[in-house]
Every structure is written in structure tokens, then in C-alpha cells.
């Protein structure tokens, strides 16, 4: 398994990035450990979406969703006979569009009711033959009237807010509403783009998805490319598990050069920075006070992808008790649940604190007593902050995690604890860690320990060949980067 790198960012000519079971990647600050990092997340990420992509599936599922929700607003919000003009405004077009034989639009118009109109038009779209048989040559057929699908809801939404309804609606269910709308307009945009052709909407939906992954985790295509040399063409290639993937990036395009997916076996990708920063642990302690974001959103943020994947079980344990959730938190199958308590509770001896957390006063527990989390020193708070990350299931067989200087806060003792720990998970779960660190004792720690528990390592270094430019080397082991990370202590001899 690798990646492959040109003219990207500081990596000015080609580089490879071996991937192992944990992947070690050093360097000084600014020599490239975070576009790499970025890089990875974003080459996983295409190659999963584009594996589980299928027009037919988004389209149905955004549909039902919308529907439901919309329903629901209007029935909850007891608001319904309030948008005469938006119906009338459609009238001419629905009938343009001969939709008076499928849907019972003069009982809708003599009932006044909104709900009658949008219930028939979603009947139309999920029984028609693009959703209901796979009939990829009907596309162009429905197109038009899951616009005007999209277009009602829209305009009904505008009204409900212009009409100051809104300290009696659900704005969480408006929220949603929102986002789905997103994700469909996004998908219709793909459509036209491809001419209302199903042939290479894969490619077409793979190249609009490398743009957004690039304008959010580098700036622009102008951003990821190297300014520093004149080359006016950036690669990336990865292999994982024989599933490839060539990318060709200039200032003004995307090209997917080649994508070859034989197998199923990539389950995602986290990237977490630094276990215990202030977003993760803010996140732990008000898990409720986030807001609903978009599939298109979330997946291109790592951070939003990252708060997503642990916001279910979080606020799932704000609202229930522990014992209520021991069978859901991670939707692991037993077997593997049990796996994960087990490393759990190896976590908990090490740092001498109990499985017992009491959400009234947010405090852990420790040879009987309770300590308020804000109490709590950062070092036993990363570790705490894993046993969240371990309970929602995001350490599964197959699944890539970055850390990106997982060791912040912690001791040099309790950084080979960790590591220990980072191994275990790897033996356990089978998933893959990449880890981003400065310390020469996480190193030499990797080196020392991961034979004891078999797991297959990578050790890169990322040495700046001069001020605009760095280079990946790769060693078979931690000597040669325990050298480089120990050579302000060589300046004292």
C-alpha cells in the first residue's frame, strides 16, 4: 500500500508514502506532515464514495427524508392552507408538465392542502422507473420533476419563514430539511452537467467530489500545487489493497486518470487532530450544542467528519444511562464490542481512573472519589478522549485512523503507554493507524513494541531539501529518525 505525490504543496518532485499497519510519519514543523495527512484522508475518502455511489439511492433516500420532514412541519406546526400562492404559482407548470393524469391535483386544489401535492409528486418519483427498476435510460424523464420537487419545498420554506412562524417550528427539522435540499440540488447539478446522461456520472460525480475535498482541506487547485518549481501538473496515486486511483490536478481542472476499485475491503478514514485539543474535548463535554451538518459538508471537513462519526453515541449517553447503551454505542458486532471493552479497560488500569462517569457533575471517577473532567490533567483527558473514540466504532477492521501528534500532553512514560495501547488497538481491530509525531520516544517506542504485538510498520521522515521543498525518505526502522528528532541535543555535547 502506498501514495504517491507530485508537484504537491512542499513535495516539489515525486514521493512515495509507504502504508503499513501503522504508518509513522515525522518531520520538522512545516515540512509537509499535515498535506500528507490531508492527502490520505482525501484519496480514502473519493475511493469509498465513489465505490458506494448510485444516483438511483441518493436520490430516493433524500426524497423520503425531505417528504417526511416536510410533513411532519406542516402537521406539527398546524400550518397547512397557508400557501395558496406558492400552489397557484406552480399550477401552470404542473399542468405543462402533464402531470394531471398521475396526480390528484383537483382534490389537492379543492382541499387547499399542500401535503397532498408534495405526497403525490414523491408517489411519482419513487415509483418511477429510473428509482424503482434501475432504468438508467429514464433519467431525463423524472429530471424535471424532481425539480419542481425541489423547487415547492424551497419556496414553501421561504414562506414559512417570511411568514414569522418561527417561534413555533422545529428548527432542527428546518435544518435538516436544508441540508438534504443541498445534497439533491448538489446531485441535479451533476446531472445537468452530464446532459441528463447516466453514461460516466461516476466520473463526473468522482471529479465535482476531488474539487470540493481540495477547496476544503487546501484552498483551491492553485493551493495544492507546488509554487515553487514550473511544473504545471500535480499527481497523486494511491494503492490500497489493489484499489487505484490516479489523479492529474492543474490550475484550472481535475482529471481522474485512472480508478480501478476490484474489492470492498476500505470500510473510511478518520482524521483526528490531536486527541486532545480544545475542539475534541469541547465537543465531549457539550456534544449537544452542535448542529446538523450536510453529507457533502461534513465528509470534505475532517473535523466535521470526524465530531459526526462520535456525536450519536455522545449525545446518546447524554440522554441515557450507560446500561441503556452497552448493546448500540458502536454498532460493532459483539464479538468485536467485546475486543473494544477489553482495551478499554486496559486503559483505565494504566491510568488508574475507574469505568464510572457521572453525567450530573461530568466528573470521572478515581480510587473512589470524583474528579470534575475540567480538573482532569490534558494527559489522562487523551486518554479518556480514546475511550470515546474506541466506544463509537471508529477503530474497525479495515478502517484507517490519522493521529495527527496524539502524544501532546502526555509524559514519555505514559507516551509508550500509549503507543502499547495504539498497538493493541491495531492487533485487535485490524484497522490501520497513520500517526504524525516530534517525539523521539513515540519512535523509538513504535520500534521496541510493535514486534511484541506483530504489527507491520512504516517509518517515514520528511527532511526539507531546502527552504521551498521536502522530500519523504523511508527506513526500515527508527534509527535514522531518532537521529534526525535528537539533533538539538547533539548541539550540547
Known amino acids: 500500500m502506498n501514495l504517491n505525490i507530485e508537484n504537491i504543496c512542499l513535495f ?11 504508518t509513522l510519519i515525522c518531520g520538522m514543523n512545516d ?14 475518502k473519493i475511493q469509498k464514495e465513489y465505490r458506494e455511489y448510485s444516483l438511483q439511492s441518493i436520490i430516493a433516500r433524500a426524497v423520503k427524508k425531505l417528504t417526511n420532514y416536510y410533513l411532519d412541519l406542516i402537521e406539527s406546526n ?9 400552489f397557484e404559482k406552480f399550477e401552470k407548470e404542473i399542468t405543462d408538465k402533464k402531470f394531471l393524469d398521475k396526480i390528484d391535483y383537483f382534490k389537492f386544489k379543492e382541499n387547499i392542502e399542500e401535503d397532498n401535492l408534495i ?8 415509483e418511477s422507473n429510473f428509482i424503482k427498476s434501475n432504468d438508467d435510460s429514464s433519467l431525463s424523464e423524472i ?20 411568514k414569522s412562524f418561527e417561534e413555533r417550528l422545529s428548527f432542527r427539522i428546518i435544518d435538516r430539511i436544508n441540508l438534504i435540499l443541498r445534497e439533491l440540488k448538489w446531485n441535479l447539478k451533476i446531472i445537468k452537467k452530464n446532459n441528463l446522461k447516466m453514461k460516466n456520472i461516476k466520473i463526473s460525480f ?81 456534544p449537544l450544542e452542535f448542529r446538523e451538518v450536510s453529507v457533502n459538508d ?21 440522554r441515557y444511562n450507560d446500561e441503556e447503551l452497552e448493546e448500540n454505542i458502536n454498532n460493532l458486532e ?52 480514546l475511550i470515546k473514540i474506541l466506544r463509537a466504532g471508529i477503530f474497525k477492521e479495515n478502517s484507517f485512523v490519522i493521529l495527527d501528534e496524539a502524544e501532546n500532553f502526555l509524559h514519555p512514560n505514559m507516551q509508550n503507554e500509549f503507543i502499547k495501547i495504539l498497538l493493541l488497538i491495531c492487533k485487535e481491530t485490524k484497522c490501520k493507524i497513520i500517526l504524525t509525531t516530534h517525539s523521539p520516544f513515540i519512535v523509538d517506542s513504535i520500534e521496541f513494541e510493535s514486534e511484541k504485538f506483530g504489527i507491520k510498520t512504516s517509518f517515514n521522515y520528511l527532511k526539507s531539501e531546502s527552504e521551498f521543498c521536502s522530500k519523504i525518505n523511508n527506513f526500515s526502522d527508527s534509527f535514522e529518525i531518532t537521529n534526525y528528532l535528537s539533533e538539538m541535543y547533539k548541539r550540547y555535547e
Open 206 to 286: 468522482l471529479n465535482e467530489r476531488i474539487k470540493s475535498y481540495i477547496e476544503s482541506l487546501f484552498g483551491s487547485n492553485y493551493e495544492i500545487m507546488s509554487k515553487f518549481n514550473d511544473s504545471k501538473i500535480s499527481k497523486i496515486s494511491m494503492n490500497l489493497f489493489n484499489n487505484k486511483i490516479d489523479i492529474l490536478i492543474n490550475k484550472n481542472s481535475i482529471k481522474v486518470e485512472e480508478i480501478e476499485i476490484k474489492n470492498r475491503i476500505i470500510n473510511d478514514v478518520t482524521y483526528c487532530e490531536g486527541i486532545a485539543n480544545n475542539f475534541i474535548n469541547n465537543m465531549f463535554l457539550r
Open 334 to 385: 459483539a464479538s468485536e464490542k467485546e475486543k473494544i471493552e477489553k482495551i478499554i479497560m486496559n486503559i483505565f488500569n494504566k491510568i488508574g481512573f475507574e469505568n464510572e462517569y457521572d453525567k450530573k457533575s461530568r466528573s470521572y471517577k478515581k480510587k473512589g472519589k470524583f474528579i470534575n473532567e475540567k480538573n482532569v490533567s490534558k494527559g489522562i483527558l487523551t486518554f479518556q478522549s
Open 78 to 86: 398546524n400550518i397547512s392552507q397557508k400557501f395558496n400562492k406558492i
Open 119 to 126: 405526497s403525490n409528486i414523491t408517489k411519482l418519483i419513487l
Open 12 to 22: 516539489q518532485n515525486k514521493n512515495k508514502l509507504e502504508i503499513s499497519d501503522l
Open 31 to 44: 515540512s509537509g506532515k499535515s498535506t500528507l495527512n490531508k492527502t490520505i484522508y482525501m484519496m480514502i
Open 298 to 318: 461534513y465528509s470534505t471537513n475532517y473535523s466535521l467528519d470526524f465530531y459526526q462519526k462520535v456525536k450519536e453515541s455522545l449525545v446518546n449517553r447524554y
Open 143 to 162: 429530471y424535471e420533476t424532481i425539480n419542481l420537487y425541489v423547487e415547492i419545498i424551497d419556496d414553501c420554506l421561504d414562506e414559512i419563514i417570511n
